[in-house]
């Protein structure tokens, strides 16, 4: 084994076999925290994106908090619902791509796969940042670091999915209940002790900044439309319904009601108690996130119960980033299956994972990581537009899927399945409009330019299956066969070569290129005395170039012999030392290059492997055999 | 012709046909600039050499700059009268690693050849360094700019020598001509105004800084062997006999006396300048060199007479930089067709120059530059050991010579060699006492590891040539062939492959690794359908590794099938278009790469060229394929 192959098995671990990629069924208990880890943890950020906006309108504005709050809890609730008749519909997974390419259009599915690709890195982008910040939330002085912080989770997600991590609920269900008993008794304790208690809230010592702006229509369509990013994740469960227990539909619809509920109560909660604790929440300020800030609001200053909730904050944070790990592969493949990516992300590693498209993921949400510095509140305006895109898509595929397949009730789905299209196509209107100025352009620009290149790969591989079909293919006669060994001098080097053409054509020439007019006597009386069998060919070069007479001879023999099979044999000897191949020219490389590149030509190297030089070495007895060594 | 041939037409020139290379002799007018460039710049550094060590002694050490010029040229009339007998006794040229290794030993002939080489990399760096140095001291404000200009002149000379310089005395004539000619009337005239119309010289506004020694033997060792740097390129005549008209020798000789007289002219009367002008020359100080110093002694402030002796004296200091150009790679090549460097060394380029020493040259002596901040004073102390270990090795040949062929006066001429050897042996000894501290360790260490490498290549060709001899070599019957074709998939492309293997052996099969069991079973029909008559194998692969199972089946055929030769085919088809190789996992290179390693085994690329897609692009129509494009 190399020293790479043994590097390779401490990173990634020795390869495993095919068999081993099985399938786990899950109950509902550790389904949830597998799935719903994306869609919980957005509000970690969902109601922070609300008060940037209303911040602008000061104290007025944050009265606002709330009733934004409710808004996006209404939509949520359309889009579950919406969602639930899709996992009853796809119960082998329904997931944009496949259900706006089944029923609307293979175009429109890649306008949904490229919006869900660009989705899957802005989702490992934004909960890789947004977990930085709770911690740097609980250590300030770690601010400066945010780039190279984010950078290095990226790198060690990377790596953990590069070995394969088994998506095993247990895994997954310590920390996502974790974040679900502190968030909600941080939340309820909250409640409990102001309206019960009447214990005030902790003051935060902020200062409220000075309103630029009134209330407009406008400012709360922007808010909205930041805090809509509590929606991600929201349609994990409906790509997964395959691994639940059966009833799969049915738990896979119940797990889904659930997640939503749980985020719906989550993201209200968050949102009153900064709405009530005056939090102040302003870009570049201080860059304390709102989670922080609310449990200071709840805690006071106590480093250990805020310190909890923002690890377990950061936690599922990053257990999100890791979700997209398994999506962002697994579209690919499907869509490289599909011919419209790159062969090789279809390609199962040695240890079952999609390793091109987890690299892939890793370098696209670093490239986004260093643009925007790790900065969470900057990389959000680009994630509603790919997340509303794949949902209006998904939903307008589900009504024209019942209009095909009708089935009981078919008018009353088509009814839902329409509200949740619309719906979302309105808010896709609003974040397009609110957002564009604020770098959601680059999505706009992307996700075309993706659909494009989806378009480019897929006439490719259709051009080659053209190309390549076996249709209308008619055998020929074999043609005869001219071999052509390069030889440069007499010596055991070029003997296996001699051999090996006198194997495989009876038509055979040495060519021998000249480049010093004293060389080519001696050739020709080794060859005499040596070879005798084999017509040799001198070429002159005037230029002493050794390539270009090769190229030009071959050329020659294509045009006397048309028709004919031609096989260039280039002998070369294998050194066994490294530092020895600067001894020599390298010639055989460079006509390699060349000759290969003659249609028509097939270029074959025979090698002559050169026993390694005894340990004693024989230099100085070596010295008796004179100046000329032969080449 | 590709861009690049292009590019490279238009900086290196076209190709120059082999019957170009000729050989010019010269008269003894034209043969002297040629030749004598290098000798005569040394008096541009030798007199501040001097000075640099002196001056810490102040005014009284001051006062010995003549004493120690006149015991320099002392030692050039012996260098000379030694080498005028070289001159003679070797007709065809005399270089120190021919006189070494024919009247001694190879092994002191290759201390001669490495002392040569590190010379001639010096000569480069510091005729540049000082040339620049000139310049500088006209315009100062360049001053910070040295290292970079120092590089700048050093590409261009690599350039223009990769481009081919006919060594043609008229291109040398005017600027050593020029150099000799301003030179001799600045010393004639300063000597004649000062004595004879009794004009006081132009006090120079420099402090004459404390000293801080006083003059001990030591200091002026120190500042001797510092001086020696004015012998340097002494020895260029006796390398060049064959280039003067005949009678070759005498010319040769009448040359080299004519040019040591006027080497020691100059160096003479500028250190007789330096001293009465009371010339300040320290390290770091200021930069101005000692020949504007001189200048400004004798011309006091007049811009337009010292710029002219500074111009002439950056020429020829260039020129003799040039040289080394000609004789490092004349030498390499030489050392390389006796098999103690790289053999690529000796191969004349398209344009007839020895191209691979030329950028070996150019490499070297830009990283001394680097190194050394092209400060000149700082290259000095390097230089004289390698200079003087070649002109004692090349003495002490020639006493072994007369030793040996004896003739007329050979008593005589040996003793005029043994004195020049053990003179120079004793200046070299105390270069070496003197100057290991100041940087000459350097070259120390060197010499010796370049004759190392020198062994280690010869030993490494030797080895060769018992490798390869063809003595003892017996001819063995063909053995049987077996041919291994790698398929994926049964296309168009695989075809010519599968036809290649027929043509060539009788016993062929196909090996098709086994990743996904459903497409064995559709490429086992399409086998049926299309090929029939190669059996096909099937290999498992339960990691999904290609190049695993390929390698480890064919080892198994080998051990199978001892003594047969198996060539293994490998199908590939090539696209048109750049990007389109990223749409492929380009797995026949991988595989080539690991079969070819196998020793005893073939290795074949049969290509299938793909015919470029029409413009109008097809990609719609195509769509109607379907999803699933094979390969």
Redesign the interface.
């Known amino acids: 084994m190399s020293g790479w192959s043994i590097l390779r098995r401490i990173i990634f671990g020795a390869?495993?076999?095919?068999?081993q990629a099985e399938f786990q069924r899950l109950p509902k208990i550790l389904a949830l925290p597998v799935f719903a880890s994306d869609a919980l943890s957005s509000s970690a950020y969902a109601t922070q994106e609300i008060l940037l906006n209303l911040t602008l309108a000061g104290l007025v504005g944050m009265r606002f908090t709330l009733p934004l709050t409710m808004a996006i809890l209404v939509l949520l609730a359309i889009v579950t619902t919406s969602y639930t008749q899709t996992v009853y519909a796809y119960p082998s997974g329904g997931g944009a791509y496949i259900v706006a390419s089944d029923n609307l259009s293979?175009q429109l599915g890649l306008f949904a796969a490229a919006a869900l690709l660009t989705d899957y890195v802005l989702t490992v982008a934004v909960s890789v940042a947004a977990g930085i910040q709770q911690l740097t939330s609980l250590a300030p002085s770690l601010y400066p670091l945010t780039t190279h912080l984010c950078l290095l989770v990226i790198l060690t997600i990377t790596l953990t999915n590069l070995r394969g991590v088994k998506e095993s609920g247990t895994l997954f269900a310590f920390p996502v209940y974790f974040f679900l008993a502190s968030m909600y008794a941080m939340i309820v304790w909250g409640i409990f002790s102001h309206h019960v208690l009447r214990q005030p809230l902790h003051p935060l010592n902020q200062t409220i900044p000075a309103a630029t702006t009134v209330v407009t229509a406008g400012l709360l369509l922007k808010a909205f439309s930041s805090g809509c990013a509590a929606l991600t994740g929201v349609e994990a469960i409906s790509n997964g319904v395959r691994a639940f227990r059966p009833p799969e539909s049915r738990n896979a619809a119940v797990t889904l009601l659930v997640m939503s509920a749980l985020l719906g109560g989550l993201t209200l909660g968050i949102s009153y108690l900064a709405q009530v604790g005056h939090v102040v929440y302003t870009h570049g300020m201080d860059q304390e996130s709102v989670v922080s800030l609310v449990a200071r609001v709840v805690f006071g200053d106590n480093v250990v119960w805020r310190g909890m909730i923002l690890i377990a904050t950061t936690l599922i944070l990053l257990l999100a980033a890791n979700t997209s790990y398994a999506d962002f592969p697994r579209l690919s493949a499907i869509l490289a299956?599909?011919?419209f990516m790159?062969?090789?992300l279809a390609?199962?590693?040695?240890r079952l994972v999609y390793s091109n498209g987890i690299i892939l993921l890793g370098v696209f949400s670093s490239i986004l990581i260093v643009a925007f510095h790790g900065h969470v509140d900057r990389l959000i305006p680009l994630y509603a537009v790919g997340v509303f895109l794949s949902f209006t898509l998904s939903q307008a595929g589900m009504v024209k899927h019942w209009f095909r397949y009708r089935g009981k009730h078919w008018q009353w789905k088509a009814a839902i399945n329409g509200l949740g299209a619309v719906t979302t196509a309105v808010v896709l209107t609003v974040v397009i409009v609110e957002k564009t100025l604020q770098g959601a352009w680059i999505v706009l620009v992307l996700i075309p330019a993706i659909v494009w290149i989806f378009?480019?790969?897929?006439?490719?591989?259709?051009?080659?299956?053209?190309?390549?079909?076996?249709i209308g293919?008619e055998t020929?006669p074999?043609?005869p066969?001219t071999v052509l060994v390069l030889v440069h001098n007499?010596?055991?080097?070029v003997?296996p070569a001699l051999?090996?053409a006198?194997?495989?054509?009876s038509d055979v020439r040495a060519l021998h290129i000249e480049?010093d007019p004293t060389n080519t006597q001696i050739l020709k009386t080794?060859w005499n005395q040596?070879v005798q069998d084999i017509p040799l060919v001198i070429v002159e070069s005037?230029?002493?170039?050794l390539v270009g007479p090769i190229v030009e001879y071959i050329r020659q023999v294509r045009i006397d012999h048309p028709g004919h099979?031609v096989?260039v044999v280039v002998p070369e000897?294998v050194?066994t030392r490294w530092w020895?191949r600067?001894?020599?020219?390298n010639s055989a490389f460079l006509i390699k290059m060349a000759v290969?590149n003659i249609?028509g030509v097939?270029?074959?190297?025979?090698?002559y492997?050169?026993?390694p030089?005894q340990a004693n070495?024989?230099?100085s007895q070596?010295?008796l055999?004179g100046?000329?060594?032969?080449?």
Chains 1, 2 share one sequence.
């Open positions: 390869p495993l076999p095919t068999e293979v299956r599909d011919g790159p062969r090789q390609n199962l590693g040695d378009q480019r790969v897929h006439a490719h591989y259709q051009y080659l299956r053209s190309q390549l079909t076996m293919y020929e074999l043609p066969h007499v010596h055991r080097g003997m051999n090996y006198r194997e495989i054509s480049i080794r040596w005037p230029y002493r170039s099979l096989t000897f050194v020895e600067f001894l020599h020219a290969a249609p097939v270029v074959t190297n025979v090698r492997y050169l026993k030089p070495g024989s230099s070596n010295l055999y100046r000329n060594p032969s080449r």
